[in-house]
């Protein structure tokens, strides 16, 4: 009886070695599964570099590649100052209206950070957008609203300039 054990076990593997799945070929190849936070990593690292791509491009004032690189980057991950350079990249293309939405989806961004300090950039990039495409009273509101945030010396300057460049119908910067 002692023998039947080890030669009911030999059996078993026997059995299973032949008649598996894997020894048919119905199993594929093991192919590992990434986690989520591996996936998320990958698309943060290629946002990033589509982002870095677009900012050499948009330096060297190539702004249709530039755009190019800034909607690959947003493809993978969402982030506000790729809508920021976006919209300056389509605003130097004279595509206002696509400059417009990028800069209120920044925006909305920044909005839902709280972040004040882009809040005023993206209120006076809205007022370059308007200004450009000549909307004079929403550019003044934007300038206007702008300089109620959080901006630099040098931008509440240009922003000053502007609307006193404008025609004003009545209104004034706010101090």
Request: glycine content about 6%; some cysteine; hydrophobic content about 45%.
């Amino acid at each position: 009886m002692k023998w039947r054990q080890p030669v009911a076990i030999i059996l078993i593997i026997a059995f299973f070695a032949v008649f598996s799945p894997s020894a048919s070929g119905a199993v594929k190849k093991f192919i590992p599964v990434k986690s989520g936070m591996e996936e998320a990593l990958e698309a943060f690292i290629g946002a990033r570099n589509a982002f870095a791509n677009g900012n050499i491009f948009q330096k060297n004032k190539e702004y249709e590649e530039a755009v190019k690189y800034y909607v690959a980057s947003l493809r993978l991950w969402r982030n506000e100052n790729v809508y920021f350079n976006l919209a300056q990249c389509l605003l130097a293309l004279k595509q206002y209206d696509f400059a417009e939405w990028s800069a209120a989806k920044g925006l909305e961004i920044s909005n839902l950070k709280d972040d004040t300090v882009n809040l005023g950039s993206f209120m006076v990039l809205l007022g370059n957008i308007y200004y450009e495409s000549h909307n004079t009273k929403k550019a003044k509101d934007a300038y206007n609203f702008a300089l109620r945030l959080p901006i630099s010396e040098e931008g509440y300057s240009f922003v000053i300039e502007r609307i006193e460049s404008m025609d004003c119908d009545g209104l004034s910067p706010v101090h």
